[in-house]
């Protein structure tokens, strides 16, 4: 086999094992089973929470009750999407080098940059798979509610992915450098969290600087740098669209190509921090 | 023979989070491993034989010294690592896999594909005795069994050198007995072969040479002929006195068990054997038999190893 042709036979292995190995993860199977069952009770606690009282609220209680739905689905979605893209971007490479199973793979003709790209691909098939999932069960439930394709399902769908695609990168990255997965899930979670919060930082460092103390001062500045430094996730979210529009509507004020390229540096900028740290790490 | 692995004043310090607390696992470790020879890496816990195994494969990086692999200094070059099998302690393999699975995912790796991958899977499971538990999980093998698929996966490219850590540790009599012949026959085959061990006489059965390690230093390097070529000579003998064994003693000749008048005498090297015999007929003792001890690796090694803690205490 010719060179470019074994570099990627061999990251494309790595990537299925790992994959394969992934989707076992009893807690990712947990969450999994968990984001399901959320999906389909949203349906039946909705019915309950708006029962209408006369017949002239049954149409605004239907219009309230798919809301409620689509509110619960969308987050549940985000939230264990989140979990799952964070729990198995921290653990695929301290698992491996607790069981050893990385000793066997490095010393075959793998170079490390190899390796860890083997290993991203297969986090991304996971992620993939698992959104795929939670919001296809998502994307049926609403065809059948309201008659029409939830084309903008779809567009939410993929912009999640790649907000998953931004955190888990930088999961990732961490992880590394760590001996278990406890310390990258932690910061996933942060960096899940804050990225999300962004906007709230630009606030924090609009209020800052009122008073002459240093501690406000610094706080605007920590404000500043963390909102210059991390993603911006709300970017990525398409819920109020979902929940107001009609669901075969185009996204509207949403820069889809910048976002995907957007999300694109992010995750360059966590693999070469990734392999950074892992180019001469000992096992 | 020329030399396949060789290391030259290879040194390793893992830095300690305090100033002071640096840990040398490895000091100034020249070696030399011959084709076509097994050679005994031997040493008590963390003395520092599988970080010379990491140092080897680029899992860790040297602090100082150099290494050469089949005489290339770029030891992750590929030439280099599609010949050398390595066989870790403790190896994980996933559960959820067949056996013949474990072995095209390691196959994959090396760049095998399609017929060329089969025909070697089939080829290594049958060297190590596995072709007919191939379609299990890894989850139905016994620890035996691990072992072999681990063994599989480090012949899988026919390589010339093998890196084997505790090849045989926790295994079942006859399951190392199997291990054994295993790594025999690749020896005749031509490969050469690099195995850390605890089991000292696993090692002396199959060892072409060994190297004994300290708390990072090689402590002695060599044939098991050369090595433990100087030897005593057990003397069984009747008619002992206590006045005729403090004689032998002051001679050098140390004496052993005594029961009623018969005493074991062990003469040492040093003390040529026509002469101890003389002695023993000059002290009126008949001679019962004369046979020659052979100092056993086991026995060498606590040796060593004794010697090289008494001479570190000593320096404290």
Not at chain 2, 55 to 80: C, E, H, Q, W, Y
Not at chain 2, 169 to 191: C, N, V
Not at chain 2, 214 to 234: F, H, I, N
């Amino acid at each position: 086999m010719t060179a470019p042709v074994n570099f990627l036979s061999s990251v494309w292995t790595i990537a299925i094992y790992t994959w394969r190995e992934g989707i076992r993860k009893k807690v990712l199977i947990g969450f999994l089973i968990l984001s399901i069952l959320v999906l389909f009770g949203a349906q039946f606690m909705t019915a309950f929470l708006t029962v209408p009282r006369s017949a002239g609220e049954l149409e605004t209680s239907i219009d309230v009750q798919l809301k409620m739905v689509k509110d619960i689905c969308v987050t549940v979605i985000s939230i264990f999407g989140a979990l799952i893209a964070i729990f198995i971007s921290a653990s695929v490479v301290p698992s491996e080098i607790e069981n050893k199973v990385v000793y066997t793979v490095l010393s075959k003709p793998i170079r490390r940059f190899q390796y860890l790209i083997g290993k991203f691909l297969g986090v991304q098939f996971i992620i993939i798979v698992n959104l795929a999932l939670m919001a296809g069960l998502f994307f049926v439930a609403l065809w059948v509610k309201e008659g029409v394709l939830p084309t903008l399902l779809l567009w939410s769908a993929l912009l999640t992915y790649f907000e998953f695609l931004i955190v888990s990168s930088f999961t990732f990255a961490v992880s590394c450098a760590c001996t278990s997965a406890v310390v990258p899930t932690i910061l996933g979670l942060f960096i899940y969290i804050t990225g999300n919060l962004t906007e709230y930082l630009k606030d924090v460092e609009r209020r800052s600087g009122q008073t002459a103390l240093w501690l406000d001062e610094w706080t605007g500045k920590l404000a500043r740098w963390l909102y210059l430094t991390l993603p911006n996730l709300k970017h990525f979210s398409l819920k109020t669209q979902i929940l107001f529009l009609e669901p075969n509507d185009p996204p509207r004020d949403v820069q889809m190509m910048a976002l995907v390229i957007y999300a694109l540096v992010y995750a360059l900028a966590g693999y070469i921090i990734a392999y950074w740290v892992f180019r001469r790490r000992e096992m | 023979m020329s030399a396949v692995i060789e290391t030259e004043a290879l040194t390793k310090v893992y830095e300690g989070a305090v100033k002071g607390q640096d840990v040398h696992a490895l000091t100034n470790l020249s070696i030399k491993v011959d084709e076509k020879e097994i050679f005994g890496y031997l040493g008590p816990n963390g003395s520092g034989k599988t970080t010379t195994i990491k140092l080897l494969l680029g899992l860790i990086f040297p602090t100082a010294g150099r290494m050469k692999i089949l005489g290339s200094p770029d030891i992750g070059a590929r030439a280099v690592r599609t010949n050398i099998g390595y066989l870790p302690e403790g190896a994980y393999y996933p559960e959820f896999l067949k056996g013949e699975e474990v072995l095209s995912f390691y196959g994959h790796l090396y760049g095998m594909t399609g017929r060329d991958l089969k025909t070697r899977i089939d080829r290594v499971l049958d060297v190590v005795g596995m072709s007919r538990a191939r379609k299990r999980t890894v989850r139905g093998y016994s620890k035996g069994m691990r072992q072999r698929i681990g063994l599989a996966q480090a012949l899988l490219s026919d390589p010339q050198i093998l890196i084997l850590d505790e090849p045989t540790t926790g295994l079942d009599p006859i399951a190392r007995k199997e291990i054994r012949d295993i790594l025999a026959s690749l020896r005749d085959q031509g490969k050469t072969l690099l195995i850390s061990s605890h089991e000292l006489l696993e090692v002396e059965l199959i060892s072409d040479r060994v190297g004994i390690l300290s708390e990072g230093e090689l402590q002695a390097c060599g044939k098991l002929t050369d090595l433990l070529s100087d030897r005593d000579t057990e003397i069984e003998v009747s008619g002992a006195t206590p006045d005729a064994l403090t004689r032998l003693a002051e001679a050098g000749i140390r004496v052993g068990d005594q029961v009623d008048t018969k005493a074991s005498l062990r003469v040492p090297g040093e003390v040529p054997l026509y002469t101890a015999i003389e002695r023993c007929k000059a002290e009126k003792l008949a001679l019962v038999s004369v046979s020659p001890q052979r100092e056993t690796l086991e026995e060498f090694f606590v040796r060593i190893i004794g010697e090289d803690e008494e001479k570190r205490r000593t320096s404290q």
